[in-house]
């Protein structure tokens, strides 16, 4: 073969099977998207003051607990269908979040869930992502974070062919109860700590709802009938249409804007 240039071939991780089996089943779901912009001016300097006196609270921490309070008063946007005439709404609200983790070199993204954010505060939302990113591991197939998987299990599961894990993937989504004990009912994925994106990012899902956290960007707006530099946090966010309809949903991230632009639990 000619014109082909130099090259290099690496290792497929392990990890990305699942990626792509997240991807497939992802098509099942009808998601409708959200792209919004939260002011965090205020909140952002009411955290840089809070941590003068509490340590264990971090912009992260704080706006997974605004997340899980504004589903907490809307329980309906976090609901699963199960069969064709019944939906399962939780009162637990679990989030799935991603930390990125070295593994033999790799940085891999693995799943921690944050399990009943909803009796949780901030600084205990915290230090469980610091656990998190602290625990310790051996293999990114054998192991989720914060919760030990059947070794034996996983090895047969990423052995599997790849039509035969989509349809274990398809039968998990469809059970609203296989779905909570296995990732939780929200996932945020907060790319906007990785770097600097002037817009908004569009994820896949297998979740009844998903936040893509984007980055916070300084540009002018409106505060008090006057324009100013103010900060705003991009965040896509996607629901299930098959479960809700626009109208509540809506309603749902109405309040999550008030919750954080006016610093919720920070005062």
Known sequence: ???????????????RLATIDIGVASKMKHHIKALIELDVTEARKMIYE?????KNISFNSWLIKCI???????????????????????????????????IQGEKVPLPYVIRKTNEKSISDIFDEI????????????????????NEYLMKIYYSMP????????????QNPFLTKQNMGTV????????????GWVIPVSVHPLSFAIGSIIKK???????????EYLYVTVSVDHDVIDGAPAVRALSTLTEL????????
């Open 187 to 198: 996932i945020i994925t907060s790319v906007g700590m990785m770097g600097k994106i002037n």
């Open 162 to 173: 790849g039509f035969i894990r989509r349809m274990i993937w398809g039968y998990i989504i």
């Open 68 to 102: 899980s309070k504004a589903v907490e008063e809307f329980k309906d946007i976090h609901g699963i269908r199960k069969g064709k005439s019944r939906i399962v709404i939780f009162d637990d609200i679990d989030i799935s979040i991603m930390i990125e983790r070295e």
């Open 1 to 15: 073969m000619e014109h082909i240039g130099e090259y290099r071939t690496e290792a497929f991780p392990t990890s």
């Open 130 to 149: 610091k656990a998190g990113q602290s625990q310790s591991i051996n293999d990114e197939g054998n192991y989720v974070l914060g919760e030990k998987k």
């Open 220 to 230: 002018p707006g409106v505060k008090d009938d006057r324009i100013e530099i103010r």
């Open 50 to 54: 809070k941590r003068k006196e509490i």
């Open 260 to 267: 954080v632009e006016r610093g919720f639990g920070l005062i």
